[in-house]
RNA sequence: GUCCCCGUAGUUCAAUGGAUAGAACAAGAACCUUCUAAGUUCUGGAUCCAGGUUCGAUUCCUGGCGGGGGCACCA
C-alpha cells in the first residue's frame, strides 16, 4: 500500500513538473489522522523556497510552478490533494492536508475487508513474512552459569532470546537457539571450594554414588570418594566461596588451585591420581549436574527448547589453541599473558587478556572458540548473541580479533545487550547473595494471582505468572536498564501479560458461544471505528520487529489492539443476531488471531479459557 | 582521567526528524438480572539545562549537569 500511494503521489507531482523530491509514506501517530500521511507537500516546498532564493534564474521555467504562488506548505499540500483527488482512486476513501502540511490519507473499507479476509484464512502464519527465507539464524541466550543461581538477569535473557528467535522464525528463518554456560573458572572454583568445606557428609563406604553425566564430559559412570558425599546448596555456596575469597588470601590460593584443577582434570579425561582431586571432581560434577538439571526446569517452565548446549568447557580449549596460532600475528604476550591490543584497530577499544598468565583462557579466549564451534555445528547467515550490556565492551574487543582471524564469522556476528536488571534497592549481586532467583519470582508471581483471581486453575496461573514477568521485560526497548519492580512486573491488569492473554480468551468465549457460525468480513453494515484498521498493521508490525530484532514494538502493538478490542466489546453487543453479527464475528476473530500469534511472538502462552 | 549507554507525568515505559508528546500504575467518579469486571468510560499531570542544524527537534550536533557500565589476567 505505501509503494502504492508513493505511485499516486510521484504521478501528481510530475503533472506539476517536478521531480525528485525526497518524501515520506507512513503511519500518522494518531489513527484519528488516517491511514497514512505524507509530508511531501513540506519537503517540496523547502526545495521550491530554497530554488525561488537561490540563483535559479527562472523558476517559472524550470517548471517549478508554484515559485511564485504557494505561500507555504499547507497551500502546496492543498493543491497536491486537489491533483490526488481528481484521479478517483477506488481504494483510497478521503484525502485531506492536515495540520502545517500533511496529506492524510484514509483507506477505503475494501481495503480492510481483504486484509480481515487474509487474517483469517492465514490463521497460525497471519502477520509472517518471508524476508529472511532460507536463511539460518543461530540465536544464543540465556547464558546461566552452572554453581551459580538462576536469577532475573537470566530471566529477561532468555524472554528477549526467545521472542527475538521467534520473530525471526516468523520472517522465515531457519532458527536454531543456543545456550552456553559457564561451567569452568573461577566462579565454579569458589562454589567447589565451599562445597568441600561445608557441605562433607560421612556416608557408609558401601553407599557411595555414582553420577553419570553429559557425556562429552565423560561417558562413564564415575564413582563417588569412598565413604563421604558433599551436600551441594547452590544458593549458598557461590555466594560463600566468594566472601571467603576476598577475605582470605589462603582460601584465594586454595580457589585458585581448585580452578587449575578443574581445567587439567577436564584436558586430560578426569583423570585424578589423589584423595583430594578425586574429591573435587566429584564435587564438580555432581554440583554439575544439580544445576543443569535445575535450568532445564525453569526451561520447561518457560517454554524455550535449546537446540544446543555449549560450554565454557569445550570452548576454553578451542579458543585458547586459536589464539595460540596467532601469537605474534594478532595476539602478543605481555607480562606471561596472550594479549589482544584492539586500540591498534580502533582507538576507542582496549588491550584485553585472552589466555592469562596461568596458561588459562579467559572469556574473550572462550568466546573465539565459541564462534568457532558455533559455526561447524551450524554454518548460519547470522550468529545473534544476546548478553547483559556490562560487556558491551569486551564485545567490541572481542569481534575486532574476530575480524582478524575468523572476518566471515564476524561479519555474520550480531550483538544485542540488554540492560541490567535493578532492583529499586540497587544492583542484584550474586557474590553477595543478594539476588531474586528465576524460579521464586515466577512463584510469587504465579500465587499474587490465586490470591486475587477467584476460581482461577493452577495452569492458568502459573501460565499467566509467566506472561506477566515476560511482558514486563518485553514491553520496552532491550538495551535499557530495567528498574524491577515488583508491583510492576508481577501486575495482571493493565499494560501486561495477563491483560493480553485475558483479552485473547475472551475472544475465544465469543466464539465458541457463537457456535460454528460462518463469519464475513464484508463491513457493508456499518462503521467499527478503528479495530479493522488496527489490524490490518500486525505484518508491518512483525516485519520492523524482525528487522531491528525488536520484540518491545509486537508487545506495544498487542496492547493497542487489545485495547481497542475490549473497548468495543464493552460498548457493543457481538452476539445480537443483527445483520451485522458476521462481520463483528469476524473481527472477533481476527482480533483473537492477531493475539494469539503475537504472544507466540513474545514466548508467551494463550490459553483458550481464563 | 578516558570510552560507551542513558536522562520524558509522582512511578514504570512508548513516540522511522513531524500534527494536540501516547499508555499503564497510583488518585477520584461511574458501569456486572447482555457474549469472561484480569474488563470498560470519564477527570488531572511530563521532554535535565544552555547553545546549534532544520520549514519543524523528545529524536541529530556541541558543551554542561545527573545516573549506570567498561578501562589487563572474573564473567
Known amino acids: 500500500m505505501r509503494e502504492k500511494l508513493e505511485g499516486y503521489i510521484k504521478e501528481a507531482l510530475k503533472e506539476f513538473g517536478i521531480t525528485g523530491v525526497d518524501f515520506v509514506v507512513e503511519h500518522p501517530g494518531e489513527l484519528a489522522h488516517g491511514d497514512w500521511a505524507t509530508n511531501v507537500a513540506m519537503t517540496a516546498y523547502r526545495g521550491l523556497a530554497k530554488a525561488t532564493n537561490s540563483h535559479v534564474p527562472n523558476a517559472e521555467k524550470a517548471g517549478i510552478i508554484w515559485a511564485g504562488k504557494a505561500k507555504n506548505p499547507r497551500e502546496l499540500a492543498e493543491a497536491i490533494v486537489a491533483k490526488l483527488k481528481a484521479k478517483n482512486y477506488p481504494d483510497i476513501l478521503k484525502i485531506e492536508p492536515a495540520g502545517p502540511g500533511f ?34 539464524v543461530m540465536v544464543e541466550y540465556t547464558d546461566p552459569n552452572p554453581f551459580k543461581e538462576f536469577h532475573i538477569g537470566h530471566l529477561m535473557s532468555n524472554a528477549i532470546g526467545e521472542s527475538i528467535s521467534r520473530i525471526i522464525e516468523a520472517s522465515g528463518a531457519e532458527v536454531k537457539r543456543a545456550c552456553y554456560q559457564g561451567d569452568v573458572g573461577l566462579h565454579v572454583a569458589k562454589a567447589v571450594y565451599d562445597i568441600r568445606e561445608s557441605g562433607r557428609m560421612v556416608t557408609s563406604p558401601s553407599s557411595a554414588g555414582k553420577v553419570k553425566t553429559i557425556k562429552f564430559l565423560v561417558s562413564y559412570d564415575f564413582e563417588a570418594p569412598k565413604g563421604v558425599d558433599f551436600k551441594v546448596n547452590v544458593k ?6 566468594s566472601r571467603k575469597y576476598e577475605l582470605d588470601e589462603d ?16 584436558e586430560n579425561g578426569l583423570d585424578y591420581s589423589g584423595e ?10 555432581k554440583g554439575r549436574k544439580r544445576s543443569l538439571e535445575l535450568f532445564k526446569k525453569i526451561y520447561k517452565k518457560l517454554g524455550t527448547k535449546f537446540d544446543y548446549f555449549f560450554f565454557e568447557s569445550e570452548t576454553g580449549e578451542v579458543g585458547k589453541k586459536v589464539v595460540q596460532e596467532n601469537k605474534g600475528k594478532v595476539f602478543e604476550e605481555s607480562e606471561d599473558a596472550l594479549v589482544f591490543r584492539a586500540e591498534k584497530y580502533n582507538p576507542k577499544l582496549h588491550t584485553r587478556v585472552f589466555v592469562n598468565k596461568e596458561g588459562l583462557p579467559t572469556y574473550e579466549a572462550k568466546e573465539l572458540g565459541l564462534a568457532k564451534i558455533k559455526y561447524e555445528k551450524f554454518p548460519y547467515d547470522v550468529s545473534i548473541v544476546i548478553t547483559g550490556n556490562e560487556v558491551n565492551d569486551y564485545f567490541q574487543v572481542l569481534l575486532e580479533a574476530m575480524r582478524q582471524i575468523f572476518p566471515d564469522l564476524a561479519a555474520k556476528t550480531e550483538h544485542y545487550s540488554h540492560g541490567m536488571l535493578r532492583l529499586p534497592t540497587g544492583k542484584m549481586s550474586s557474590r553477595t547473595g543478594d539476588v531474586i532467583t528465576a524460579m521464586s519470582l515466577l512463584d510469587e508471581a ?22 506477566a514477568v515476560k511482558y514486563s521485560i518485553l514491553r520496552q526497548a532491550a538495551g535499557r536498564d530495567i528498574i524491577f519492580d515488583f508491583e510492576q512486573s508481577l501486575s495482571f491488569e493493565g499494560d501486561s501479560g495477563p491483560y493480553l492473554q485475558y483479552t485473547h480468551a475472551r475472544t475465544c468465549s465469543v466464539l465458541e458461544r457463537a457456535g460454528d457460525a460462518a463469519v464475513s468480513a464484508d463491513a457493508a ?24 530484532r525488536e520484540s518491545h514494538h509486537v508487545a506495544n502493538y498487542l496492547i493497542d489492539i487489545a485495547r481497542e478490542f475490549n473497548s468495543f466489546y464493552g460498548s457493543t453487543q457481538i452476539l445480537d443476531g443483527a445483520s451485522d453479527q458476521l462481520y463483528k464475528l469476524a473481527l472477533t476473530k481476527a482480533v483473537g488471531l492477531t493475539l494469539k500469534n503475537g504472544l507466540w511472538l513474545l514466548g508467551i502462552a494463550a490459553p483458550a479459557k481464563m
Open 276 to 285: 583430594e582431586e578425586h574429591e573435587i571432581a566429584w564435587i564438580y560434577l
Open 446 to 467: 504465579k500465587m499474587r494471582i490465586i490470591k486475587n483471581v477467584e476460581g482461577v486453575t493452577k495452569e492458568v496461573a502459573e501460565a499467566a505468572g509467566v506472561a
Open 251 to 266: 582460601v584465594k590460593q586454595k580457589v585458585l588451585s581448585i580452578n587449575k584443577l578443574v581445567y587439567s582434570l577436564l
Open 525 to 548: 453494515h456499518g462503521d467499527f471505528g478503528p479495530l479493522p484498521r488496527l489490524l490490518a498493521r500486525f505484518p508491518e508490525i512483525v516485519l520492523r520487529a524482525s528487522s531491528e
Open 236 to 241: 549458598k555456596n557461590y555466594a560463600e566461596g
Open 103 to 136: 496529506i492524510n490519507f484514509k483507506l477505503a473499507p475494501a481495503v480492510f475487508e481483504d486484509e480481515l479476509t487474509a487474517a483469517i484464512s492465514k490463521g497460525e502464519k497471519w502477520g509472517w513474512n518471508d524476508t529472511l527465507k532460507g536463511k539460518k
